[in-house]
């Protein structure tokens, strides 16, 4: 197993570095390169780990990471950090709200976006664990934690955190803790949601979806992606073949635009309706209609 | 250098241009010309320079050949079957319904196809990364990387030789087939590469110049692998598109006709 990064991760890699100095490889400002050479190491029987900010990688070494990775299946992980608005304040070539569109399209490539700390460490065991190409879309430090004690993380399957009735929350990333919130908001308000984290996109867990779709009467999905492409869409997808679809459904995530101002991610997630009290509201409002 | 192998080789390579020219012209399918071009390098790597076996075509210390210009597989394919990796007949299965032998090839499409290539600038980038991890493993197998000059366009590539380079990967050793014709057009035209070999050695990289027609050449460069310890080595192979097939020599045209059929039979009658 080796750590590849393209000159990023200061204040996070250095504990891994320190301890394994042989398995770290920076190889620069140079994305494509990159992943090719992960490539080149998965073809030789190692287990390369790209980090690298989620919106770098994902877009300007997709070619390698669909023909050198995926075409060939090889056992490459690629991981994405400050994935969604992370990076808010940054600007929008910082944002990365097409990557999980982008990933889920590639055969081949599992895509998982883990809702809490004690996620992310399950997600990185499983993905170790499973032999071909894996995209992990990661948030930042410090993210409050949801589960009370370590999950038992299998790669495809979600989690229900709350049980609930009639209304369903799927959440994917660190947007959790704020659906976590709204589902709190929304029981003061006489609703009782159940609350599902779906980290795995791709594979979707499929069993869980359709004990939902068969249960529930109104399902919404949240994210912090374009409402184009994401966990909503590839949740819609199924709802659009189901023959039955006795609930409305219903996205939650973030309009097809680029953000064009400057904030904290507190800030631009209220901006964009993804704030806990704007998740309460959009879905209060759904039942007024 | 003995006369008898050298016409041994020159003998693979007629033998390969004419399977070549044959199975190319038989589906009507392009980049014909680029393939002809590197026929004496490919003839020469592996007839005499690559450490491979192919009745054993995975052996672990085996060199490994990325043929990064992936789309003129004709040559590639070949040649693993003038060197016995594969029966002549699996020729037949170029462009083929439901066979493997894509235009670009996809690895392990025929025993010897190490890697899938196809859109220029992704073979030298996995090139650097075999290269590290075999020296990593203190793994005596050379990795070569055949690029064509059009790729040398590509900025990945670029970001490769850089990181070769800086790495000092002296089991890496790039074959640029120079023939100075890409897919629109002249190189010079287009993107003027040269000082081509000033712009390698910038790059941390040691540069030798070659005929690359000329197996005696190519025979002797490839005697001095790495041509200088702590730094990946690079032949300039300077070729003719269309190399072998009269009337479309150096054209652009060789890129993407082939011989009509009457034209072919006159060719192949050559051959």
């Given at each position: 197993m080796f750590l590849l990064t393209g000159d990023l991760g200061y204040a996070a890699l250095e504990p891994f570095r320190e301890e394994f100095p042989d398995r770290f490889?920076?190889?620069?400002?140079?994305e494509q390169n990159l992943v090719g050479f992960a490539a080149g190491m998965a073809l030789s029987g190692k287990i390369p780990i790209v980090y690298s900010i989620a919106a770098f990688v994902t877009l300007k070494s997709i070619e390698q990471i669909r023909n050198d990775v995926c075409y060939q299946n090889l056992n490459v992980k690629i991981v994405g950090v400050g994935?969604?608005?992370?990076?808010?304040?940054?600007?929008?070539?910082?944002?990365?709200?097409?990557d999980i569109a982008l990933m889920r399209v590639l055969p081949n490539m599992k895509v998982i976006c883990p809702g809490d700390p004690l996620e992310v460490e399950g997600a990185v065991g499983a993905i170790l664990a499973d032999p071909g190409p894996c995209y992990l879309r990661l948030g930042a430090k410090g993210e409050p934690r949801i589960h009370q004690e370590s999950v038992d993380f299998r790669l495809g399957k979600g989690m229900i955190i709350k049980e609930g009735k009639g209304v369903a929350l799927i959440a994917c990333g660190n947007i959790l803790a704020n659906v976590i919130e709204a589902w709190g908001y929304l029981k003061e308000q006489g609703l009782n949601p159940r609350v599902i984290s779906?980290?795995?996109?791709?594979?979707?867990d499929e069993n869980l979806l359709e004990d939902t779709f068969s249960k529930f009467q109104h399902i919404f999905t949240i994210e912090e992606?374009?409402?184009?492409?994401?966990l909503g869409s590839a949740v819609a997808e199924l709802v659009a073949e189901?023959?039955?679809?006795?609930f409305s459904f219903h996205r939650i995530a973030l309009p097809?635009?680029?953000?064009?101002t400057a904030g904290w991610l507190d800030y631009m997630r209220e901006q964009n309706r993804l704030s806990s009290e704007a998740i309460a509201k959009t879905i209060l409002e759904h039942f007024k209609m | 250098m003995f006369q008898v192998e050298i016409s041994k080789l020159e003998r693979h390579a007629k033998h390969i241009r004419k399977n070549m020219i044959g199975m190319v012209s038989r589906v009507k399918g392009a980049h014909l010309g680029g393939g002809l071009s590197v026929v004496e390098i490919l003839t020469t790597l592996y007839f005499s320079v690559l450490k491979v076996d192919p009745q054993n075509p995975?052996?672990?210390?085996r060199d490994r050949l990325i043929f990064?210009?992936?789309?003129?597989?004709n040559a590639l394919y070949a040649t693993l079957v003038e060197r016995g990796?594969?029966?002549?007949?699996?020729?037949?299965?170029?462009?083929?319904?439901?066979?493997?032998?894509?235009g670009h090839p996809t690895r392990d499409c025929l025993p010897g196809v190490e890697v899938s290539t196809g859109?220029?600038?992704?073979?030298l980038p996995m090139g650097v990364g075999m290269a590290w991890t075999a020296r990593y493993d203190g793994q005596p197998h050379r990795i070569f990387a055949v690029l064509s000059d059009g790729e040398c366009d590509e900025g990945s590539t670029w970001e490769a030789i850089h990181s070769a380079g800086h790495h000092k990967l002296d089991n890496l050793v790039a074959v640029v087939?120079?023939?100075?014709?890409q897919s629109l057009g002249r190189t010079s035209e287009i993107?003027?590469?040269?000082p081509f070999k000033a712009k390698w050695e910038v790059f941390n990289w040691q540069v030798r110049e070659v005929n690359g027609h000329s197996i005696e050449e190519l025979l002797q460069v490839f005697e001095?692998?790495?041509?200088?310890?702590g730094h990946p080595s690079v032949v300039i192979a300077h070729t003719i598109k269309g190399k072998g097939l009269p009337g479309l020599?150096?054209?652009?045209?060789s890129h993407y006709q082939v011989p009509s059929a009457q034209e072919l039979s006159q060719i192949l009658e050559g051959y």
């Open positions: 490889l920076n190889l620069g400002v140079a994935s969604g608005l992370t990076y808010s304040q940054y600007g929008a070539t910082h944002h990365s709200l097409e779906m980290p795995t996109i791709k594979p979707l992606h374009s409402l184009i492409g994401g189901r023959d039955r679809k006795p097809d635009k680029f953000q064009e | 995975k052996k672990t210390d990064s210009k992936g789309h003129c597989a990796f594969a029966p002549s007949s699996a020729l037949n299965d170029y462009y083929a319904n439901g066979k493997l032998l894509t859109s220029l600038g992704h073979g087939d120079y023939n100075k014709i993107l003027e590469l040269e001095n692998l790495p041509f200088a310890k020599e150096d054209t652009l045209a």
